[in-house]
């Protein structure tokens, strides 16, 4: 089983429209949990860290369950900006906390 | 200010050449990062340096050398590569490698997209 994984997609939607993605873990100890996005040829910019009890930044909620050892994004409102891959980053654990595993994206595209 | 900056955006070269990547942040970070991301693929780390100490290789071939010459600056010597090494090199940083989960948000360079002919 993948440390991190992911729907590799497209997700297709309209703009406007409501999308979520999930992403499981493999390791019950992880503690650090991240959104990043990456346009095309571009790095990985933070979209969200992931907390506990989950947060909200504006149309972005993330939302991590430890029981299920899933972690999920939800996009309101999505735009044409929003069309990118989204990568689930977890720490690797018993490593300290400086190394991240990615996963390998779930690619959305916002479709006027 | 979450810049991390990188040098040069493209670099060809060939296998018999000795070339270097430069990465600067000025965010204060302790903690600094080598990956390399192919591409459709997900970055995959390399090195990491905290307190410019060399902390972590991911038993990378010894034809990358990382360097940290002070907190700000990070290199990555290239000698004797291979066409397979093509790839983009990103940079990061992060504030300090500690239980804080805000401590451990990691912020990445534009890259260098590296060709090897």
């Known amino acids: 089983r993948k440390e991190v994984e992911q729907d590799p997609g497209p997700f297709n939607v309209p703009e406007g429209a409501t999308v979520a993605f999930n992403c499981t873990y493999s390791?019950?100890?992880?503690?650090?949990f991240f959104w990043y996005r990456q346009d095309c040829r571009k790095e990985p910019k933070l979209l969200m860290s992931?907390?506990?009890s989950g947060n909200e930044d504006g149309r972005f909620t993330a939302q991590l369950n430890r029981a299920s050892q899933y972690i999920s994004l939800l996009i309101r409102d999505s735009k044409l900006s929003d069309s990118a891959t989204y990568l689930c980053?977890?720490?690797?654990?018993?490593?300290?906390?400086?190394?991240?595993?990615f996963g390998t994206g779930t690619r959305l595209l916002v479709s006027p | 200010d979450t810049e991390v900056t990188q040098t040069p955006k493209h670099l060809v070269m060939g296998m018999t050449n000795k070339k270097s990547l430069k990465c600067e942040q000025h965010?204060?970070?302790?903690?600094m990062y080598w990956y390399k991301q192919k591409a459709k693929k997900p970055p995959e780390l390399m090195f990491v340096?905290?307190?410019?100490?060399?902390?972590i290789n991911e038993s990378v071939p010894s034809r990358f050398s990382p360097e940290c010459p002070n907190s700000s600056l990070l290199n990555l010597h290239l000698h004797a590569l291979q066409p397979e090494d093509s790839a983009l090199y990103l940079c990061a940083s992060s504030q300090n490698p500690t239980r804080t989960l805000r401590d451990n948000e990691q912020f990445f360079g534009p890259g260098t997209r590296l060709t090897v002919l």
């Open positions: 980053v977890v720490n690797r654990v018993n490593t300290g906390f400086q190394k991240l595993v």
């Open positions: 992931v907390y506990s």
């Open positions: 390791n019950s100890a992880s503690q650090s």
């Open positions: 965010m204060g970070h302790r903690a």
């Open positions: 340096y905290s307190y410019e100490k060399l902390s």
